[in-house]
């Protein structure tokens, strides 16, 4: 029984060897993204145009909004916090572009120079009994709140002063532009810029190699003619 199960063990490895081998060999050469040629207009990437399409379906549905509560204790430099944000958005080219629909087919639109406005609501001076019920209320009030694309910025931001030593951070972004993992980043980077400004000190973040908008130029350039064939094709048969 032991020399079958060993003899059974070795066939096993030795098949996956193979297996391995031919993976390697019919891997896909990678490509690298560059930035996209200045002028040219800017198409989505599929995902987002699904999403789009979604928002001119249901336009009253908050169902892709994002939003994240924050709770911040202690001394809260503002102007460095309005600061950070905007730091972000200056980065994050997807933070600051509108999509517009011409003869049907949306485009991206970046804003160059556009400001994050970060609403301050104090509730300090609601009896201490109604604070969280307060907090609870606008967090879900602006959760709800619908973004339009073609005008609105995919991001925005409220502070909740309920006493000089507690605030809630309200930020709200339209999955068109973020998703659970680039949240992630986006509050990594608010904690670096938030300490650094609060110093004095300047962006330690270096500048961004490539923007999400470039991506999509190059999918959209990439995933045409026999490529995007040959991606239909194998799903065709995977399906069947």
Known sequence: MNTTLQDLSETKRALLAKRLQQAQAKKTETVSIARRPPG????????????WFLSQWEPASPTYNIPVGLRLTG????????????EIVRRHEVLRTIYVATDGDPLQYPHPDPILSLEVIALDQAPPAQRDAEVRSLAEQEAQTIFQLERDLPIRARLLQVT??????????????ADGWSMGVLLKELATLYAAYS?????????????????????RAWLSGGVMEKQLDYWRRQLT
């Open 40 to 51: 040219d207009t800017l198409p989505l990437s599929f995902a987002q145009q699904r999403l």
């Open 75 to 86: 001394t809260l430099n503002v102007t460095a916090l309005r600061q950070a944000l905007n």
């Open 199 to 219: 110093a004095g000190q300047p962006s330690p973040l270096p500048e961004l190699p490539i923007q999400y908008a470039d991506f999509a130029y190059w999918q």
């Open 164 to 177: 000089e030593t507690e605030h809630w951070l309200l930020l709200t972004l339209h999955h068109i532009a």
